[in-house]
């Protein structure tokens, strides 16, 4: 199939995940804190004239986690 066959840009749902565990007792609220981004690893569709690969509005790193710690003084 060529893609100038299929004039439009399909649609690209992307599924996030976070926990969070606050410390009440330490300082003004400590807080930890674990996620994930694009669960499924989701990819950018191609658009008519290449590859759609621009931030505005799709994902463009992929699946990736992340972790911190966050508290106030």
């Known amino acids: 199939m060529e893609r100038y066959d299929r004039p439009y840009v399909e649609a690209v749902w992307y ?3 976070i926990a969070r565990y606050r410390f009440d007792d330490v300082g ?3 807080e930890v804190y ?3 981004n ?3 690893d989701e990819t950018i569709p191609n658009g ?4 759609t690969s621009t931030s505005a509005g799709y994902d463009i790193f992929g699946r990736y986690l992340f ?3 966050r508290t106030r003084f």
Request: no cysteine.
């Open 15 to 17: 599924h996030d995940l």
């Open 28 to 30: 003004q609220g400590a």
């Open 34 to 36: 674990l996620g994930v």
């Open 38 to 40: 694009n669960i499924f």
């Open 48 to 51: 008519l004239v290449g590859n």
């Open 67 to 69: 972790a911190g710690f």
